[in-house]
């Protein structure tokens, strides 16, 4: 009798117990469910259809026909001729190679020079941080009016300080580049600056988000070390050298990387500024508006895909080169 008294606790234990963990299952399951439901239905199957969508002719109304390598035959096209995703992707470049380094270059600078012990620095902080918590597009319709190469505010001051107007969204102009060091660029009271350069100007004024991670490394950086080094001799300009921007490198790399990522993927602004339609003379049709324009207005899915994916590769290939880069110049030693 006993033995059977134990037998029987022991499978009414063994019970409960399954019981249990089956309750906590459920509750895990309950918790992560709408969390794995979205990344299946907005990740993962998008993520999967597309690819197969980049071999097929769709137009969104009738269903999806299998083309094979067309679409890819026509972006290799396109790079042979200089049209459509190739020059899409030397807009891409140009704002995303000017931008990026320019944005760390003034986020440390102007987090360096915030981090010092001055009078208001919490002011200075809150305003140089402002602009990128402003929404995206009250910023480019904001930055339409003071661009506007008629009436808007920037020109009106530079004329009248009798300097160089220059056309802003109005222009295809590019300032970094051969005809831009040419005379005639340069005259009529004008100057090579054009959509392109605007949209890069308009990137860096809301770098606040950026310039928030360097104060922060900036802070967490020894005070020791400055100290060492001021008793060493080293005046501020070393401090900096020395000190501050090597142990930088890791917070610089992490602000290379999602720079480039958010530079290459940028549209909302672009798709304002240039009614849509990457105007002037399409020096604004970025490849995430020339894949939006494919997609949308051209209904062609299958090249619009093909274009996803291409940027998917070529993104990938960027920031691999990144990563293995970084051994060469990120800072990796123990503070």
């Given at each position: 009798m006993r033995h059977q008294a134990d037998t029987s606790g022991s499978?009414?234990?063994?019970?409960?117990?399954?019981?249990?963990?089956?309750?906590?299952?459920?509750?895990?399951?309950?918790?992560?469910?709408?969390?794995?439901?979205?990344?299946?239905?907005l990740f993962i199957y998008p993520f999967v259809v597309s690819l197969y969508w980049s071999f097929c002719q769709y137009d969104l109304i009738n269903p999806p026909r299998f083309a094979g390598l067309d679409n890819y035959e026509q972006l290799a096209s396109e790079f042979a001729t200089g049209t459509g995703i190739a020059h899409a992707l030397w807009n891409t470049s140009y704002y995303a190679l000017i931008s990026v380094p320019l944005s760390i270059v003034l986020g440390v600078g102007l987090a360096t020079l915030l981090s010092c012990d001055i009078r208001g620095q919490s002011i200075f902080r809150t305003l140089f941080y402002l602009p990128s918590v402003i929404p995206v597009v009250a910023a480019s319709i904001l930055w339409m009016w003071l661009l506007n190469p008629a009436d808007g505010l920037v020109n009106s001051v530079l004329g009248s300080l009798g300097l160089w107007q220059p056309q802003w969204f109005a222009s295809p102009a590019e300032l970094v580049s051969p005809d831009s060091f040419t005379e005639a660029a340069w005259a009529n009271n004008s100057a090579p600056i054009g959509s392109k350069d605007a949209l890069i100007l308009m990137s860096l004024w809301g770098m606040g988000n950026f310039m928030v991670i360097y104060l922060a490394a900036i802070g967490d950086i020894p005070k020791s070390l400055y100290e060492a080094a001021r008793i060493d001799g080293a005046g501020p300009i070393r401090?900096?050298?020395?000190?501050?921007?090597?142990?930088?490198?890791?917070?610089?790399?992490?602000?290379?990387?999602?720079?480039?990522?958010?530079?290459v993927q940028a549209f909302t602004q672009i798709y304002i500024v240039s009614e849509g339609r990457g105007a002037p003379a399409d020096s604004t049709l970025v490849i995430s508006l020339h894949l939006f324009l494919s997609a949308f207005q051209h209904l062609n899915m299958g090249y619009a895909s093909a274009v996803a994916w291409l940027l998917f590769v070529l993104l990938g290939i960027a920031t691999w080169f990144l990563f293995t880069t970084s051994r060469r110049w990120v800072y990796e030693g123990v503070r």
């Open positions: 499978a009414e234990t063994a019970s409960r117990e399954s019981r249990r963990r089956w309750r906590s299952w459920f509750t895990a399951a309950g918790f992560a469910g709408p969390w794995l439901l979205g990344l299946l239905a401090r900096f050298i020395n000190i501050t921007l090597p142990l930088l490198t890791p917070i610089i790399f992490f602000n290379l990387v999602m720079g480039l990522i958010q530079s």
